[in-house]
């Protein structure tokens, strides 16, 4: 008998944890007269030898009254029950061990046996099981492994193959799904299950926008994520059905600036983002500001990174409805940012995003070429510093950010070497040392005075002019022209005496 080299999923002080929780289930089960059989990725990665700590495990469920066994299960082990598909008795529970989250995916078994449901799944390397009674209690070895499509030889190739020519159409998430199993695992697509996806890619656009959100941030999440990026477009074409706007792309090139069409420059954008967010390319302390910030998460699991990958992809999608060729023979896009903005919040929509969400990247669309043309009429004085963050606001660094990658893809796809790159990011370093470093005099300039001190002490009516004044008070900050509250309303009584102001707003003294 052929023992493998397994190791246990997690240990803390010694004691496998995850083994006792097992212990745990297994003796419920056992009580409920329920049959038990691991499944998925904790069987993939005891295969592997992997010592990853395991987050959830899935099951197989085999037994006359699985409800009453749920319910059990979920009282002795204090956790939550979720019921993740009804129609298929798909159920999950959620339980903690050491103030860490577990995921108990339990899953009632589908056809006469076992094989029949095995040989229902979606891929080989998820069509291997192992009795839970087996794993307790004998040693781990292949006589307990039961694998019916072959599972075991796919992950030692490193292939994702189809269990059935039929696993699309039965769930064409799917399409997406085996894309992220590569992404995860770094593995290959079988060649007649890449043929395959191609056939059925169509059926993708079926599926509810949560779904394949959940699938797509997967493969966000990856720190290497752009190999599979391309594959899930330019060999599958999956991205073309689930966004119109992806081929529309494809089809409009662009001017001598850039060298390539549309869609072939964000999709190089996207790999220049990927490698900036695994090293930016500023100063080590401006870069550790924006490793941290990135990681923010907007939502629970829902990261800035993540939404800068997925703006990447679609920044220049606007250019496709702004293209116009000038007599001069040259091609102009002007605006293309503001119709780009439509478009974002299209794709947030579809993707099921939050409202939150929607707006970030609305934002990123709306401000994305603010910087360069800050940029091109070199002017950094501290007036249009302030003014440039009072517009772009909070994504401000992100705006910053993605400019960097914007301009490398341009240089890189027309073969030309960092050259005017090194003094773009000297110049971007300047506003994000004053974004992180100078919030008060920049960003967020502490108010001196309020619309009502202005009312009170210059006798001026209500009026928006009150905004107007106050805001010019904060630009007199930062250039330092205003200190202190005597100053702002002395700088306040000049302007509101001003021609231009009643011009303007009318009398407001």
């Known amino acids: 008998m052929e023992t493998l080299q397994w190791e246990n999923t997690w240990f803390k002080g010694g004691v496998s944890l995850i083994r006792e929780l097992l212990r745990k289930i297994l003796y419920i089960s056992r009580l409920e007269d329920i049959e038990l059989y691991l499944v998925g990725g904790f069987i993939r990665d005891l295969i592997q030898g992997e010592n990853r700590e395991a987050l959830d495990i899935d099951f197989i469920l085999k037994g006359e009254n699985p409800n009453s066994f749920l319910q059990r299960i979920t009282s002795e082990l204090k956790g939550t029950l979720v019921v993740l598909d009804e129609k298929n008795k798909v159920y999950r529970v959620v339980v903690k061990i050491k103030e860490l989250k577990k995921y108990l995916d339990f899953s009632v078994m589908q056809g006469n046996n076992l094989e029949e449901d095995l040989r229902g799944r979606d891929f080989t390397i998820n069509s291997i099981a192992i009795k839970l009674g087996d794993y307790i209690n004998k040693p781990l070895d292949k006589e307990i492994i039961i694998d019916p499509t072959g599972g075991i030889k796919d992950l030692e190739k ?28 770094n593995f290959d697509l079988e060649d007649k299950t890449k043929k395959n996806i191609i056939k059925n890619n169509s059926l993708i656009k079926v599926v509810s926008g949560e779904r394949i959100r959940e699938e797509l941030w997967n493969i966000l999440d990856e720190d290497n994520s752009y190999p599979w990026i391309y594959l899930l477009e330019e060999d599958l074409r999956i991205l073309t059905r689930l966004f119109s706007d992806v081929e529309n792309m494809r089809l409009t090139e662009q001017n001598f600036y850039h060298g390539e069409n549309v869609w072939r420059h964000c999709l190089r954008t996207y790999r220049y983002m990927e490698k900036f967010i695994n090293e930016p390319p500023f100063t080590k302390d401006l870069s550790l500001q924006l490793n941290k910030r990135l990681e923010e998460e907007i939502i629970p699991g829902r990261k800035r990174k993540h939404l800068l990958k997925l703006f990447a992809l679609f920044h220049d999608a606007g250019k496709v409805s702004t293209q116009k060729t000038l007599d001069s023979g040259r091609t102009t896009f002007f605006g293309h940012e503001k119709a780009g903005v439509e478009i974002m919040e299209k794709i947030g929509k579809r993707l099921k995003l939050s409202s939150k969400e929607i707006s970030v990247l609305m934002s990123l669309m709306k401000h994305h070429m603010r910087p360069l043309f800050l940029y091109m009429v070199k002017n950094l004085k501290p007036r249009t510093c302030y003014r440039f963050f009072r517009k772009v606001g909070r994504e401000s660094p992100e705006v910053l950010f993605h400019s960097a990658v914007d301009f490398i893809s341009k240089r890189k796809a027309k073969g030309q070497g960092e050259g005017e790159f090194n003094d773009y990011r000297r110049f971007l370093q300047q506003l994000l040392k004053k974004y992180f470093y100078e919030e008060e005099r920049y960003v967020n300039p502490l108010p ?41 309303i002395q700088f306040a009584s000049e302007l509101a005496k001003g021609k231009n102001l009643e011009k303007r707003f009318g009398k407001i003294l």
């Open 158 to 185: 490193g292939l994702i193959k189809e269990v059935s020519p039929r696993v699309f159409e039965e769930d064409p998430l799917r399409l997406l799904r085996g894309v992220r199993f590569c992404a995860q695992l």
């Open 448 to 488: 001196l005075v309020n619309g009502r001190d202005l009312m009170k002490d210059l006798n001026l009516k209500p009026s928006p002019a009150l905004g107007y004044i106050l805001d010019k008070i904060s630009e007199a900050q930062a250039e330092g022209r205003v200190k202190n509250r005597k100053e702002a």
